[in-house]
């Protein structure tokens, strides 16, 4: 059974940083397009970032510079480095998973999510 465990969020003060962990069951991380996703009240969600098979990843303008996504292979977990950070970036931040090597920052690519990690940032 797929799994997808994040962990890490709270709150922070603008310019502080945060690492977000999605810890992965029932499948390994290295053969699979991984990525992470936010979504504020009111707003659709959105790709920050994505890693796939390859080692390749695609990052949203708005968190380019700012944000790092990487993987431990071997603890079978996902992490996103946060810094920087913004007010614009409080959101419920998502992992996500689809069995496939490449990648897309398109919602519908995925097929696996987990619960979601509350990151908020304050002025």
Do not use: H
Request: with cysteine; glycine share 10%; hydrophobic share 30%.
């Amino acid at each position: 059974q797929v799994q997808l465990m994040e962990s890490g969020g709270g709150s922070v003060q603008a310019g502080g940083s945060v690492r977000l962990s999605c810890a992965a069951s029932g499948f390994t991380i290295s053969n699979y397009c991984m990525g992470w996703f936010r979504q504020a009240p009111g707003n659709e969600r959105e790709g920050v970032v994505t890693i796939d098979a390859f080692g390749r990843t695609d990052y949203a303008a708005s968190v380019k510079g700012r944000f790092t996504i990487s993987k431990d292979n071997a603890k079978n977990t996902l992490y996103l480095q946060m810094t920087s950070l913004k007010p614009e970036d409080s959101a419920m931040y998502y992992c996500a998973a689809r069995d496939i090597d490449t990648c897309s920052r398109s919602r519908s690519w995925y097929n696996y999510w987990g619960q979601g990690t509350q990151v908020t940032v304050s002025s």
